[in-house]
């Protein structure tokens, strides 16, 4: 029952929507015990600072930060994560008496999820496909992991560079960056486009299965549908691939550890991605 001393958290972004993330963080804190709330805050595009520092004011312990605040949210708080400055993206706010302090989870979801499938970044070459802010967070997950090659590939083939670029102020790895329309499979792949999600579900970001030639595992951020032309083709090329909501489950679980200072443990982040996740498929049927 919410109270006086219940704590507040939420999500801001536009639009919020269809955002499960208050579905994951009350399973979270359900299983937890902890006596808080989590709500979904739609943010217009020129608001993003008002809304942080109204925010900070009314004691808002917490706050996550989705499309399309992430970068704007770097410049509005009082400590960035170094993590988070490498990304040049933040999706994780928490409270501090000076103001917000700013992280990124993006590549803590992305690098989990690898973990949990069994897949070791170490000396591997990864091709990223696209270069948002959710390649960034990925490239640095294969950086951080210890890849020995990364290859963007992305359809404003300048964007893709320019990430190439700012990477390599931070890490050893060969880095290249290609357009989108070269894309070949690494070892591993992440598929970060927009190709292939809502209103654009039937488009594909690679067009024959020839692309995963020698590929050991792909996944994508991607989770309505649930599964995207990318993943149909994948299993059609005999690989393992899987969609963005064991990601996006990860994600929140390492955002509600940096909130309360307690790990969130397997079985929980386990039971949000079953529950919450049938629920996915479920509105994805209608
Ligand atoms: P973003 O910064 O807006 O980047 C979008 C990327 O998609 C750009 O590289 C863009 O290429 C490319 N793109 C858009 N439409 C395309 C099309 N029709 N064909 C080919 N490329 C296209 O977005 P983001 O934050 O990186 O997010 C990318 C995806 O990851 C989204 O689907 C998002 O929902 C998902 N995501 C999932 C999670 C998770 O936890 N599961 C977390 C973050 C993001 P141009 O540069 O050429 O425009």
Known sequence: MISGKTAVYGLIGNPVRHTVSPEIHAVFAGA?????????????????????????ALGIMGL???????PACAEFVSELDPMAEKIAAVNTLKYAEAGYAGYNTDWIGITECLRSNGVSLSGKSVAVLGAGGSANAACVAAAEGGASKITIFNRTVEKAEYLALRLKKYYNAQIEAAPLAEARGSEIVYQATDAGRGENRALCPVSSTEFFRGVEFAFEGIYTPWETEFLKLAAKAGVKAVNGFEMLVRQAAASYAIWTGRPVPEEVISDAYERVGAMVRERDRR
């Open 64 to 70: 996550n930060v989705t499309i399309p605040h992430k």
């Open 32 to 56: 937890l015990g902890d006596d808080l709330v989590y709500a979904a805050f739609p943010v217009a595009n020129d608001r993003v600072k008002e809304a942080i520092l109204g925010a900070h």
